[in-house]
């Protein structure tokens, strides 16, 4: 996935830089923002911002302030370099929250090994579950944002496990975190394979429910092949026993065995056609909508939402 750095600068004379700074990063792209467009730069929600004081007519402080204030950069990275170094001045920037000051003049692979690492951490901390090394619902969220307010179409898919309790209830939870992570590599795998699938995104909400967001086209048959993989090879979670019965037993609050289906798998599609939602609320909605539905079929299965 490419990472958009904003270099905020208001001659471009900082872009230039960078691009030839990192020429051989296929996986950067950097952009020049003149701070008079801040407002529509930061509703896109970029990796990392980059502030060439030098080359602006506003207040940085200030700048530093309306970008960390903005509900979807409040985690965006902040490196601000200048010819004023002062300490007094730097300190000011600093309490802003930014996480970096760079002074002027700049030593190129200082600046490089900066950015770098700074896009490194925040991808690791963006990552934040432990289990499935997945990004969660700060990225989940931006992620939708953007692609709302650059008007793409997309579908997003609501994954989620079928009678999960009750296999952590009879397996325990190791053995839980044992299927949950080959369900998330099941929908990377399927998903960074199909080499029509670009620009995708895997993220991971929480326990057994995940979520990606792939082009339109290819989604009903990216769930028929994820249902496939994981209905072909999640048997090896399960004994021979439960596998020749085809369910499991688990006694309920009361001491009563009550049998449960082997684990399944469900997903929501809703497709997002250009216009059709003006927020991430309506989409997570038809999604929730669309997931019942799935599940309300027995074993593994889809349901495409498609309303205009």
């Known amino acids: ?7 905020i600068d208001d001659d471009d004379s900082s872009i230039v830089i960078f691009r030839e700074l990192f020429k051989n990063d296929k996986d950067i792209r950097f952009i020049s923002v003149k701070t008079q467009d801040i407002d529509v730069a930061l509703k896109n929600i970029p990796s990392l911002i980059v502030i060439n004081e030098d080359a602006i007519d506003r207040d940085v402080v200030e ?8 509900e979807d950069n409040t985690i965006t990275p902040v490196i601000v370099v200048s010819s004023i170094t002062n300490k007094e001045h730097r300190i000011k920037i600093l309490q802003e929250s930014v996480e970096f000051f760079i002074k002027k003049p700049v030593d190129e692979q200082y600046l490089y090994y900066t950015v770098k690492n700074v896009n490194r951490l925040l991808s690791s901390n963006r990552r934040i579950s432990p289990l499935t090394g997945l990004p969660g619902n700060v990225q989940i969220h931006a992620e939708l944002k953007k692609r709302l307010s650059k008007r793409e179409a997309f579908s997003v898919l609501y994954l989620d496990l079928d009678n999960f309790k009750a296999y952590n209830d009879v397996y325990g939870f190791l053995k839980g975190d044992e299927i949950i992570e ?6 990377i795998n399927l998903i960074h394979n199909d080499n029509g699938m670009e620009d995708t995104f895997v993220g991971h909400i929480g326990g057994d429910d995940f979520v990606a967001i792939v082009p339109s086209a290819n989604s009903e048959k990216l769930c028929q092949n994820i249902l496939a993989y994981f209905d072909s090879r999640v048997g090896k979670f399960f004994t021979e026993e439960d596998l020749e019965k085809g369910y499991i037993e688990v006694a309920n609050r009361r001491g009563i065995i009550e049998q449960f289906p082997l684990t399944s798998l469900s997903i929501g599609v809703v497709v997002a056609d250009v216009g059709r939602f003006h927020n991430i609320l309506e989409i997570g909605e038809i999604g929730a909508q669309v997931k019942h539905a799935a599940k309300s079929v027995m074993g593994s299965s889809y349901a495409v939402d498609k309303r205009k």
Request: charged letters at 35%.
């Open 1 to 7: 996935m490419v990472q958009e750095i904003y270099i």
């Open 63 to 70: 700048l530093c302030r309306k970008i960390r204030k903005d």
């Open 182 to 187: 080959f369900t998330a590599e099941t929908i």
